[in-house]
């Protein structure tokens, strides 16, 4: 491996790929992010049924942890994308269109993979909740703070400080699931790296490119976990 070619051919000269592996990295953050956003909303109301929800709530909620922590992304993936262009097709075909209609492919992959990281979210913050201690509540109800305030500064504060950890978990397999999203024609980063090693015939070198890009990503993912955790942590003694 020539360590100055490989700089060249990554790079953003006349002959460099680093542009496209840029966009497909911008690409892949996006997912991911969009991802995070869904796999919280979804882990808060399953969450929610599982702490305080009735039997019915409690047991939808541990059906869909269950099933969606035990499919792999991929499948989920091809579910929503193909899964779609039947339910889409089939309206369609009422206005008598015949063509071949689907979910967007990056649409379609954020939504699995936010559905299926949801499903760990759930337990990250279950587990985070049960985490907060229970006179720091009652101290709460105490001062006279209704539900409402008890949440926004007391029960949410504390159970984001917890669950941060696991949060940044379900990041970094965001991160990494997203390199399915090219089984849909997305172009995020290992797609990209795909095109460019195959354009180049110099796949060894792209796709330690592309891991490279994912360390720092993860290295830099991780510094901003800790800061969070360092903010929120503000006036526990630690250990």
Same mark, same amino acid.
């Given at each position: 491996?020539? /360590?100055a070619r490989t700089f060249e051919l990554v790079g953003f000269g006349p002959d460099g790929w680093g542009a496209i592996l840029l966009a497909g990295t911008a690409t892949t953050l996006a997912a991911a992010f969009c991802g995070l956003l869904l796999s919280f909303v979804l882990g808060a109301l399953g969450a929610s049924a599982k702490v305080a929800g009735g039997p019915a709530a409690r047991a939808a909620a541990e059906t869909y942890t269950t099933i969606l922590r035990g499919v792999?992304? /991929?499948l989920v993936i091809f579910l929503f994308y193909f899964g779609s262009s039947s339910v889409l097709g089939a309206?369609?075909?009422l206005f008598q269109?015949?063509?071949f209609i689907a979910l967007p492919g990056f649409l379609a992959g954020v939504l699995a993979i936010g559905v299926v990281e949801g499903a760990v979210m759930v337990e990250v913050l279950r587990g985070?909740?049960?985490a907060v201690k229970p006179g720091e509540i009652e101290a709460?109800?105490?001062c006279g703070m209704n539900t409402f305030l008890r949440f926004r500064r007391i029960i949410a504060p504390l159970t984001l400080r917890h669950a941060l950890p696991g949060i940044g978990n379900v990041w970094i397999g965001l991160l990494k699931?997203?390199?399915l999203l090219s089984a849909t024609g997305v172009a995020e980063l290992m797609r990209q790296t795909q095109v460019a090693a195959g354009s180049t015939r110099l796949p060894f070198d792209f796709y330690v490119a592309a891991g490279a890009i994912y360390i720092v990503i993860t290295v830099s993912s991780g510094v901003v976990f800790q800061l969070a955790e360092r903010h929120?942590?503000?006036g526990v003694a630690r250990p």
């Open positions: 491996m020539d /360590l792999p992304e /991929l309206i369609a075909a269109y015949q063509g985070a909740f049960l709460a109800k105490a699931g997203s390199s929120y942590s503000r």
